[in-house]
């Protein structure tokens, strides 16, 4: 059974830093890319980083860029995005998903099959 599990969200200040992991189960990261989806109320989901293992490329969205780091640890079936430097902006709730190698370079929501519950981060004073 295919499974992917946010955890590490929570309520920071501007400037602070948080980590995030997606826990993948019943498949291999080397098969497949992930991506980190961010919403907010009223807006669409959209990606805000992406990594391919077994390609190794990774992906940022601009606003992101320079401040946050997505790394991928086979062994423990996990996906982590370090944010650093983080803005009331980044606030939403994020989702981690998985699509096939044939999308890895997709930034399209409709191109990932299964997504994890998501994580609420709110960056607020």
């Known amino acids: 059974q295919v499974q992917l599990v946010e955890i590490g969200g929570g309520l920071v200040q501007p400037g602070e830093s948080l980590r995030l992991y997606c826990v993948v189960s019943?498949?291999?990261?080397?098969?497949?890319?992930i991506a980190w989806f961010r919403q907010v109320p009223g807006k669409e989901r959209e990606a805000v980083s992406r990594?391919?293992?077994?390609?190794?490329?990774?992906y940022y969205s601009d606003p992101v860029k320079d401040r946050f780091t997505i790394t991928a640890d086979n062994a423990k079936n996990t996906v982590f995005l370090q944010m650093t430097h983080l803005k009331p902006e980044d606030t939403g709730r994020y989702y981690c998903a998985r699509t096939s190698l044939s999308y890895s370079h997709s930034s399209s929501a409709a191109d990932y099959d299964y997504w994890g519950q998501g994580t609420q981060l709110t960056v607020s004073e």
């Open positions: 019943g498949f291999s990261l080397e098969n497949y890319a």
């Open positions: 990594i391919s293992p077994m390609e190794g490329t990774t």
